[in-house]
């Protein structure tokens, strides 16, 4: 059966098998069979269908497109050494050494369905407002203030800088507060909450974060004399 082999510049990160009658998802997401954290892949990128003796690849509609051999494509038929392009990631396709390949593909297997730049930009423009429902779908991280400040505060951006500095996000006096003391990021598995420098470290549910902890729902994060509460807006 074929193997993919997912890279990134030149270094081999994994590999995956691909058994006959099989399908497989690529994304950013976990649930995927191949898993890609990166922010240039979509949550559902594409997938990978067996369909009686070929491998039939197709775009889920992604943000960025899916590429084979530096061409963009909706759907393609995979042969040995393909090179498909997610986000910044690259997946080889390739079968085992001395396995039956299906080199000769009759009918619609002969075809590749390539979209021209205007087609694409056109379908792009499109699938942006209904990319952007499905991300609303996705819980998002809210922060409600117990003590030091008032109302909430909701964690839109990819990284929320907490800190002294003018620049941060959520400002935090103190003499012994860093400029950014703390981050809160949002990864594909959740929030993430990191101390970043500072005599004065964050605390979650009372006990001192060293390096970084995942954010659950309702608990609590104090810095200085700020006390939020943490928790996730369906």
Not at 116 to 122: E, L, N, Q, S
């Amino acid at each position: 059966m074929p193997t993919l082999t997912l890279t990134f510049k030149d270094n081999t990160i994994a590999t995956y098998r691909i058994e006959a009658g099989q399908s497989i998802t690529i994304g950013r997401k976990a649930s995927n069979n191949v898993p890609i954290e990166n922010l240039a892949v979509s949550g559902h990128h594409a997938k990978i269908d067996s369909v009686g003796e070929g491998f039939l690849l197709t775009d889920l509609q992604s943000k960025n497109g899916s590429f084979v051999n530096k061409e963009l494509v909706s759907s393609h038929w995979l042969k040995e050494g393909d090179n498909i392009l997610i986000g910044k990631h690259t997946l080889i396709f390739t079968y085992d050494e001395g396995e039956k390949k299906p080199d000769e593909l009759g009918g619609d297997m002969d075809q590749t369905m390539v979209m021209d730049t205007d087609k694409y930009r056109d379908m792009l423009a499109q699938a942006i407002p209904k990319a952007a429902k499905a991300e609303a779908k996705e819980p998002v991280g809210m922060l409600s203030y117990l003590a030091g400040g008032e109302g909430e505060i909701k964690l839109a951006k990819k990284l929320t800088k907490i800190g002294k500095s003018s620049t941060s996000d959520i400002v935090v006096g103190g003499l012994m507060m860093g400029a950014t003391a703390a981050t809160i990021s949002k990864r594909p598995q959740g929030y993430s909450l990191s101390y970043v420098g500072g005599m004065t470290k964050p605390k979650v549910n009372g006990a001192t974060v060293k390096e970084s902890v995942t954010l659950k729902d309702f608990d609590e994060i104090e810095l200085g004399s700020v006390k939020l509460q943490f928790y996730t807006e369906k």
